[in-house]
């Protein structure tokens, strides 16, 4: 891949530390990372994730959450860059001062509007990835989740 003026990138070797598996694809509009929006919105096109079915059970009590965080893995990005030249401003900056699919470990993520879920197939709103895009996580979105564990010492005393 062609790097940008002022980008900078290392021989890192392949990755080899960490095994994820995929639990689904996602299914979106954009067939090119050049289509993608550079970041969901919650009013966007709906899209769908496809969760295997070995995951379907796992499913049961996230229809209560209005917002879902989505974890996926950018399959197409670099892995190497170690400063960026974002196109749209031109400056050169470290690759984890930015939101950039290009990064050492691609994980994307989302905050998605919950639409419906039926049989293994979440609708969804806020997306910002290439179809087919394989599926690592789903999390209720961690500001409508209230944890249900009682304070505990060295948990924050602000409300």
Known sequence: MELRPNETFVHSGPASDAALRFIGRIRTPWTTREDCPRQGRIDGPECRIDLDPLWHGALRGLEAYPTVEVL??????????????????????G???????ARPNPIGTSIVRLLRIEGGVLHVQGLDCVDGTPLIDL????????????????????A
């Not at 209720?140 to 010492?153: E, G, L, S």
């Open 72 to 93: 996926y893995w950018l399959d197409q990005s670099r892995r190497d860059l170690i400063t960026q030249s974002p196109r749209s401003d031109g400056k050169t900056v």
């Open 95 to 101: 690759t984890f001062a930015l939101r950039s699919p």
């Open 139 to 158: 999390k209720p979105d961690r500001c409508a989740f209230t944890p249900k564990a009682p304070p505990q010492p060295g948990d924050s005393q602000t």
